[in-house]
């Protein structure tokens, strides 16, 4: 990193991690254009309440390059579910025009050990969303995430994403040389159930950074960090000339 900062909490890296990670990041490339990636992602289509979706139906008379699948979610003022159709194509104008990534080169230092302290019950803490305007959404946080970076202590809120923590995360690089909105990280368990590992290059743009069609969770306050994380992902690249919607 180009800052001169005490990262205490720093783990012993695996053989080959540059390696390993250069994999990773094939993966990134390979999956966000693919028919049902990021990218393909050209409509969320909500439905009036009480109706439910029709995937057939909605498939009729589109493009043998689109997909479609349904989703769900909770009404912010009635609490009542809502249910949706995802348009996915394949010859998306953002898969034509994508030309990759741009991602911090690899470092170990960003390779962090954590705390994990499983917190008892269905704890929801509000997330707010991209796109709902200030409104928030409750997300299922089960445990508290706690660790010291450059003499600074956090405790992190990573919410339960299909059995997996995800942590959405800030720092004073969104808007500059990284998507404004903040960025997501997977969190790695261990062995010891109490131990988690924060690997920061392995950090990505969130869905919305390639499609406007998502409503991605933005990092709350406990998730912002006081310095620059110079690790992972920064911006989606595309062709010259291409409006992205983000």
């Not at 992602?41 to 057939?56: C, I, N, Q, Y």
């Not at 010859?91 to 954590?114: K, Q, S, T």
């Not at 990280?185 to 919305?208: E, G, I």
Request: net charge negative; charged share 25%; aromatic share 10%.
């Amino acid at each position: 990193m180009s800052h001169a900062v005490s990262l205490s909490s720093a783990v012993p890296i695996p053989a080959d991690p540059g390696e390993e990670w250069n994999v990773w990041r094939a993966g990134r490339l390979r999956a966000l254009p693919a028919p049902t990636g990021n990218l393909a992602l050209v409509e969320t289509r909500w439905l009036p309440a009480g109706e439910e979706p029709d995937v057939e139906a909605a498939r009729a008379g589109q493009p043998d390059s689109v997909t479609v699948t349904t989703l769900r979610r909770t009404d912010l003022v009635t609490g009542a579910p809502e249910h949706g159709l995802r348009f996915w194509d394949a010859d998306a104008p953002a898969i034509r025009n994508f030309e990759g990534v741009e991602a911090f080169p690899y470092d170990p230092a960003w390779v962090l050990e954590a705390t994990y302290t499983p917190v008892p019950g269905a704890r929801r803490i509000p997330f707010e969303h991209l796109r709902d305007n200030g409104g928030t959404r409750d997300l299922v946080v089960p445990g508290d995430i706690t660790l010291t970076v450059d003499g600074h202590d956090y405790t992190l809120s990573a919410f339960d994403d299909d059995g997996t923590l995800l942590l959405v995360f800030g720092d004073p690089t969104n808007g500059d040389t990284t998507y404004g909105a903040g960025r997501f990280l997977f969190v790695r368990r261990t062995d010891d159930d109490s131990r988690v590992v924060l690997d920061f290059n392995r950090a990505f743009v969130p869905p919305c950074g390639f499609s406007d069609q998502y409503n991605c969770p933005m990092p709350p306050r406990q998730n912002r960090f006081h310095l620059p994380v110079e690790a992972g992902e920064k911006r989606p690249v595309f062709r010259d000339g291409f409006l992205a919607q983000h």
